[in-house]
Every structure is written in C-alpha cells, then in structure tokens.
C-alpha cells in the first residue's frame, strides 16, 4: 500500500494558493465572516503557516482584494472591433459575470473594505490600499470606453457621462446582488442604453457631443442594444448641436 506524498510549495505558489483560497471563500461571504482557520483548512494547512505568508487576515484580505481588482479591470477590455453598443454590451456581460461569482467579495471591494466606517466613502477612509484598487478599477474601466470612442483627449462633458456610467454600473450591480429581482440580462442591455441616454442628454447642451454621439450612432445596426433609444433622443438634438 503506497501512500501520497503532499507536493512542498514555493513561498510565491503557497501565497498565490492562499489568494486563491481567501478569495473564494469571501466570494461566498462577507470577508468578516470568514476566518483565518476556516483558510488554513481550506488550503490545507495549519494556522501558524498562514500567518508565516501574511502578517494576519487584513493583510491576505487586501491580497485578495488585489487579485479581484486585477480580474475585475481586466472584463473591460475588449477589442475595438464593430459597433460600441455590442462591445459595451459584451464588457457588461464579463461585468455581471464577475458580480455573480464574487458576490459579497464585488460588494467588500466597491464599498472599500470592512475599514470602511459605515457611510464612509474611500476618501474617509484609511483604508488607502483598497480605495487605490478601487480607484485603478474605475480608470481602468474610463480608458477602455473612451477606447471604444475613439478619444483619446477627452472634452470635460464626455469624461463627466463616462464616469457617471461607471458609477451608475457599480450602484446597479450592488443593488442587484440584494436579491436579483431582475433579470441579469435585462440589467446588461439597460446600462448600455443608459450609456446612449447620458450620451444624447450631453449632447443636447454641447455640439462636441452631438457629433461624438451621431458619429456612434452611425455604425450602430437596428437591431443593435442602444440604437432604437439613442435615435430617438438624439432626434431631440436641433443637428446644429
């Protein structure tokens, strides 16, 4: 009878191991909730090891937070091929995906970590790591849709509908999780047509926008996600706008 041999691990593998351990379980809940013990069991070793890799949860925490952030800016990127709305559409979908796996994780680093005193927002916070994960996320996010404009020096109105998206994309996303009560992909198709509408109402009080916004609109297929919205605000729009 032959028995296993447990694999001894590299100090950068068994950090990368409990990363990966951390993260899952706080996907399933809050990370207040999990424990240090709960990891070592789940990775499989003892407690005293954990803390050799990371001074204490807070610390394997914002690793984790780390690792979400990268995987998160990463479902913004998509190639700049064909019209926006179903480029946009497709980010929003990788989006949602993510928010579906690591629910309470997505929550924990939107709303800056369990340092965050309740009502805080990231600048109040001394949480600075987590909020500069935040932070890189969001640019993340404004560089890959101004990408898809095809601006790259963007007028003051435009930055100001990119941000609000993202935003207004965060808010959905956290209001969703309490619950799911609507269906995900109605949600997708609605923050890409909330784009087109932030995108038309900028453009009825600035001729740049006019012209960025008829621009999208002019590769836009009928059937595709904001056409049939974004035309009939943009009819609003006198064409010497």
Partial sequence: MTTGVRRRMGVEERRQQLIGVALELFSRRS???VSIDEIAS?????????????PGKLSLYEAALKKAAEDLAARFAEPNDGPVGARLLRVMGRFFDFVDEHGPGFSALMRGGPAVPAGGACAMSTASATCALIDSVRQAAYDQVLSHLGVT?????????????I???????????????????????QLVQDFAALMAVSAAHDKEMGALLRRVLADEPADGPFRGLAARLA?????DV
């Fill in 167 to 189: 935003s207004l994309a965060e808010s959905t996303a956290l209001i969703w999780l309490d619950g799911r009560r609507v269906p995900r992909a109605e949600l997708q198709t």
């Fill in 153 to 165: 020096d963007p007028p003051a109105r435009l930055e100001l509908v990119v941000r609000t998206w």
């Fill in 235 to 239: 009819a609003l729009v006198p064409q």
């Fill in 31 to 33: 990370p207040d909730e």
């Fill in 42 to 54: 789940a990775a499989g070793i003892s407690r005293p090891l954990v803390y050799h890799y990371f």
